[in-house]
């Protein structure tokens, strides 16, 4: 079973600027593949929401 995964409006917000940092500092290329990245890892959080919680125990 698939989760819905639901942007907050700050979410959205923090999103679209890192977005336009990229481009303003890398370009277009570099925000297509941090877009796809980020897809990515949504459906993975979809698909098992608990996957990242062992995360906030790793060491760093």
Known sequence: MDYEVIWTNKSQLTFNEICEYIHNFFGI????????????????????????????????
């Open 29 to 60: 290329k570099e925000v297509e593949i941090f877009i796809k990245r980020t897809d990515i890892l949504v459906e993975i959080i979809q698909k098992s929401p608990t996957i990242l919680s062992n995360l906030k125990n790793a060491p760093m």
